[in-house]
């Protein structure tokens, strides 16, 4: 069903009738803006609650609805101090909405407006900012929510319907308006746009290219997201963007005190053939009981276990001389072949690999979060940036917790995960791969067997494990930037207060961004210079 949009106590969506979008788009950053007006065509009135996912690197600052004669505004507050207001409020009797976001992996933004006569409309106003994402080519993706800009199946269409409880519509034609115009600025220029919906014209707005504007040229598609990527002159250059506080709020509010972005996107060179780069590897391994079940749930086939150990012995022979290793197995309990991380020799390797065929599924349940604390306790090694490979079948009861935890330490390390199994959980493997900049794989049996030599079937493990496995490694073996340091020149009577642990290794194609809240004199200029 319908989960997003403003919706009637039966979760069936009020009908959007028009949408007007801003996107101010600087850096990898995006402050969106969009105005919406819906319509109850019902012949009595509903009970409306607008519901706004939020991604993770996104946050709602700004929320107004008309409806009915009434306006709603939230205020922004801090946690605490938003908290006492509501608590405040209900005890003087006074009607108050209490909105928040919490955890680290999505959130919903809900607030219910009430009763929506007949025939009436209600008229919401959203401001929000979210992290662009980085595409592997260097452009800056932003993708328009579906809840402002729903999708619609066409009358005579053949295909799966793309969505549900909501009426088809006649073929070409939305039951909405949707104007979208972006603004774009960089210091360094900007290259290009591109979309999958027709655009106007890119216009400059400066002589030397660093802001440029952009818009809808036409209704946009009923089966699809509107996506912009854009393109920037020299995307490798550091750069800063100061947000000045909102006007009128109260200096040292939460609003109040300018904010600074530094965006860090280095260029990093490609690895010298010959040459082995360091690092610190190591392998968590899942050895809870279910790891014994069978790949594909028939009797014959591999157990999980088997198939993760194959591509754990496939990574651990492919590692550089003079990096560091350690292999951690976990279930109820966990244990680790050596206290801390050892040297890769062809003596430690040979000793781990004839472990490694050892290892049985003999350690209970599924508990991941001891282990990922145990080796994020351990300090990380000078010049070893760490790669962190984790192999489970399972799902665990704080998946939520175990991403925060790994999105917590990202700026240390890089984290790849397999799914092993057809049950293997995605929102635990895909969610911890995403919080530290690696990438997932899911190793099923679901392919037929394919012969390896004559007469001679290879299990389907194995045809398919080894590739992902050897990309992962490729992956972790690029160079990486490592003692990063910054510093800040500011005038004098104010300071930099960082919202974000700042990073201490830059991998390959990733991004950091760095914010700052700026306390003191309100009206500041050029301040950051990166080293």
């Known amino acids: 069903m319908t989960s997003c949009g403003l919706l009637n106590s039966s979760n069936k969506p009020v009908p959007l009738r028009s949408g007007s979008v801003t996107v101010l788009i600087r850096g990898f950053v995006a ?246 780069p360091a690092g610190e590897f190591i392998f968590l391994l899942d050895r809870s009981g279910s790891m014994e079940c069978p790949m594909d749930g028939r009797d014959y086939s591999p157990q999980r276990i088997d198939s993760a150990k194959e591509t754990l012995v496939l990574l651990l022979k492919s590692l550089p001389l003079g990096c560091y290793f350690n292999i951690y197995g976990f279930g109820s309990q966990f244990e680790s072949f050596y206290p801390q991380s050892v040297g890769y020799t062809q003596q430690t390797m040979a000793e781990s690999l004839q472990r490694v065929q050892q290892l049985q599924a003999d350690l209970g349940g599924t508990e991941i979060l001891a282990p990922l604390r145990a080796i994020y306790r351990s300090p990380c090694r000078d010049g070893h940036p760490r790669q962190l490979f984790v192999f489970t079948d399972g799902e665990v009861v704080n998946t939520q917790e175990v991403i925060t935890e790994v999105q917590h330490h990202r700026g240390t390390h890089r984290c790849f995960s397999f799914g092993i199994g057809e049950g293997a959980s995605t929102a635990l493997v895909k969610g911890i791969a995403r919080a530290a900049g690696g990438s997932a794989e899911f190793i099923t049996g679901q392919d037929r067997m394919q012969p390896k030599d004559p007469g001679v079937l290879a299990p389907p493990w194995v045809c398919w494990s080894l590739p992902q496995a050897l990309q992962s490694l490729k992956q972790a073996l690029q160079p990486a930037v490592t003692q990063i340091s910054l510093s800040w020149d500011l005038p004098p009577g104010m300071e930099a207060e960082l919202l974000g642990r700042g990073p201490e290794v830059i991998f390959p194609g990733q991004r950091c961004l760095i914010y700052a809240r700026l306390r003191g004199q309100p009206q500041v200029s050029a301040l950051a210079w990166l080293h």
Not at 228 to 241: F, G, I, R, T
């Open 31 to 276: 402050d969106v803006g969009c105005e919406l007006l819906y319509r109850n065509d019902e012949p009595g009135p509903v009970e409306a609650v607008f519901v706004f996912p939020v991604d993770a690197e996104a946050a709602v600052y700004a929320f107004q609805a008309r409806l009915g004669g009434a306006c709603i505004e939230a205020q922004l507050r801090e946690k605490k101090q938003a908290q006492e207001l509501y608590g405040d409020a209900l005890a003087g009797g006074q009607s108050s909405f209490l909105l928040q976001q919490e955890g680290a992996a999505g959130d919903i933004f809900s607030c219910s407006l009430g009763n929506l006569p007949p025939g009436e409309e209600a008229a919401l106003t959203l401001r929000y900012v979210c992290e662009l994402s980085l595409e592997p080519d260097g452009a800056a993706r932003y993708v328009l929510p579906a809840v402002l800009c729903p999708r619609y199946t066409p009358d005579g269409w053949d295909g799966e319907d793309v969505t549900q409880g909501v009426p088809r519509v006649p073929q070409g034609k939305l039951p909405y308006t949707l104007s979208l115009s972006a603004t774009l600025q960089s210091p360094h220029g900007i290259d290009r746009v591109l979309s999958n919906c027709s655009l106007s014209p890119l216009s400059y707005t400066s002589g030397n290219r660093t802001t440029a504007q952009v818009s809808l040229a036409e209704a946009p598609p009923w089966d699809r997201d509107v996506e912009l990527l854009v393109y920037y002159a020299e995307p490798h250059k550091p750069s800063a963007v100061l947000e000045i506080g909102l006007p009128g709020a109260e200096p040292g509010s939460l609003m109040g005190d300018p904010a600074l972005m530094v965006t860090l996107l280095p260029s990093l060179p490609e690895a010298v053939p010959g040459q082995s």
